[in-house]
């Protein structure tokens, strides 16, 4: 586990922006990683200084956020790059895995060079007039997938 790590996220209800703060926390407490987090309504930060960037992003109506979908279509080099999606099929043990194979290979699509060491769908949280409708997220899995990605930085 070497070098410094960059977690950017593109959210709309803020469950991204948990999932990277809590990816943050168990990578450092573990770890003792250099955690950066950004958020990519904010711009897309410069990845110069990382050796490992983590994306996560949300989906709506079955499409990634823009901003991630944008942020990944660079050139990473040599980095190492994990994907995460929040979204309503992510919080079904049943649909986990199809949720986070179909997300991937839509952004996969745009950058063929981009090889991420691993990817993951959590469950998800809609917002209606500022409401949460449903919130299907288990924070306890996004922590242990952190653990688990660690080792392999």
């Given at each position: 586990?070497?070098?410094?790590?960059?977690?950017?996220?593109?959210?709309?209800?803020?469950?991204?922006?948990?999932?990277?703060?809590?990816?943050?926390?168990?990578?450092?407490?573990?770890?003792?990683?250099?955690?950066?987090?950004?958020?990519?309504?904010?711009?897309s930060?410069?990845?110069?200084?990382?050796?490992?960037?983590?994306?996560?992003?949300?989906?709506?109506?079955?499409?990634?956020?823009?901003?991630?979908?944008?942020?990944?279509?660079?050139?990473?080099g040599d980095?190492?790059?994990?994907?995460y999606?929040?979204?309503?099929?992510?919080?079904?043990?049943?649909?986990?895995?199809?949720?986070?194979?179909?997300?991937?290979?839509?952004v996969?699509?745009?950058?063929?060079?981009?090889?991420?060491?691993?990817?993951?769908?959590f469950?998800?949280?809609?917002?209606?007039l500022?409401?949460v409708?449903?919130?299907?997220?288990?924070?306890?899995?996004?922590?242990?997938?952190?653990?688990?990605?660690?080792?392999?930085?």
């Open positions: 586990m070497a070098g410094k790590t960059l977690i950017v996220y593109a959210s709309k209800s803020g469950a991204n922006s948990e999932a990277a703060n809590a990816i943050a926390d168990a990578l450092k407490t573990t770890y003792g990683m250099d955690i950066t987090v950004a958020d990519l309504k904010n711009g930060p410069d990845i110069t200084p990382f050796q490992n960037i983590i994306v996560g992003s949300g989906i709506r109506a079955t499409n990634v956020y823009k901003e991630a979908v944008d942020f990944l279509g660079r050139d990473f980095r190492k790059v994990a994907l999606f929040c979204c309503g099929g992510g919080g079904d043990p049943k649909t986990r895995d199809r949720s986070a194979e179909d997300n991937s290979k839509k996969l699509a745009k950058n063929k060079s981009l090889k991420p060491i691993d990817v993951v769908a469950g998800g949280r809609m917002k209606i500022g409401r409708v449903w919130d299907n997220r288990d924070m306890n899995k996004v922590r242990e997938w952190a653990i688990e990605l660690g080792k392999k930085f």
